[in-house]
């Protein structure tokens, strides 16, 4: 697929749901700031949204996923609802996990989403399970786990690829490298950085695109989800990318040099796009003040919605964490 081949409507739609991420991403990180969020942490994507955007379209109905702790708009990107959305970070009942999991565990299986995890590595297994149910139910879905770079490292994701390739599960590795894990540069913890062999080394069908590129993601993506589809095996997509933020939104990143910073900031993926788009005459600069006033409304309602949500009752503390007895019948009673 070249760049020509992506249709107009389509990509309207990659620009938008960068937008739509970027403007909810903004607005949570400043509720944190305000006091209004729950928890102490609060992890953002703000840079990564070509990323989300390029695979989360390039994924089709049936398509499963778990991501990490930075996971906010990879779920908007997959259909995720910013009223409960934003409800769950504020830690309110009406929220995706009734305001038990936060902003780092929001999740949905109506969606294909799987889980989010906090543990660096922690959802590549679990993605695993999604890849063997496809595999059993003879089905062309695919599997995604998203993790960043963090886990690059991680045991658990070489045991992932190993059995992934033994078995042709239908499962893509996609990194989303931010080249920092927490205060690491990427360059400070990978002794080679050559990650595609990594995955070439388990038979994985591999590729390394720069994640500030929503049309390099999206066609990237539709490649590997293509091939794997077609029954041959997993894949390994690593996507090049920049927090633009520290950490946790509170981190001011004294470990990253301002030059570093600026750099990236001048990459933007979205005004890139934007400009790119305008530059095409795919759009006009009406049609993104449009898409821009529309994402700014949905998140200022979302916000709004999770401020009247009710707080958790104390004895709802264990609602849906333990399953209730099974009588005799097989019944959950």
Not at 27 to 38: D, F, N, Q
Not at 211 to 237: C, I, W
């Amino acid at each position: 697929m070249g760049k020509n081949d992506i249709d107009s409507r389509t990509k309207r739609s990659l620009l938008r749901t960068m937008v739509r991420i970027r403007e909810f991403e903004d607005s949570v990180g400043e509720m944190h700031l305000r006091g209004l969020t729950a928890g102490s942490m609060l992890h953002l994507s703000v840079g990564e949204e070509a990323i989300a955007a390029g695979i989360g379209l390039a994924m089709q109905e049936g398509d499963v996923f778990t991501t990490h702790h930075r996971g906010h708009g990879i779920f908007i990107a997959r259909g995720g609802e910013m009223n409960r959305m934003m409800a769950e970070i504020f830690g309110k009942s009406d929220g995706y996990c009734r305001g038990k999991g936060g902003s780092m565990h929001i999740a949905d299986v109506h969606y294909g989403h799987l889980g989010a995890n906090a543990i660096v590595g922690g959802n590549i297994a679990i993605a695993m399970g999604g890849g063997f149910t496809q595999n059993y139910r003879k089905t062309s879905n695919v599997s995604v786990a998203f993790f960043g770079d963090g886990a690059l490292n991680q045991g658990v994701l070489y045991e992932s690829m190993n059995m992934a390739a033994l078995w042709d599960l239908p499962v893509m590795f996609a990194v989303v490298n931010n080249q920092y894990g927490m205060g690491t540069r990427i360059d400070r913890a990978s002794a080679s950085q050559e990650f595609v062999k990594r995955g070439e080394s388990f038979g994985l069908r591999s590729l390394q695109v720069d994640g500030m590129d929503v049309e390099a993601v999206y066609q990237g993506a539709n490649r590997l989800f293509e091939h794997s589809r077609s029954g041959k095996g997993p894949t390994f997509f690593i996507c090049d990318a920049y927090r633009f933020y520290g950490h946790g939104r509170k981190d001011p990143s004294p470990y990253r040099e301002k030059n570093e910073e600026k750099k990236w900031w001048d990459r933007d993926p979205i005004p890139a796009y934007k400009d790119t788009l305008i530059s095409a005459d795919l759009i006009s600069d009406a049609d993104y003040q449009e898409d821009l006033d529309a994402a700014k409304a949905e998140v200022a309602d979302a916000v709004e919605f999770a401020k009247n949500s009710q707080v958790p009752e104390e004895n709802d503390l264990y609602t849906y964490v333990y399953v209730d007895p099974i009588d005799a019948s097989g019944t959950i009673g």
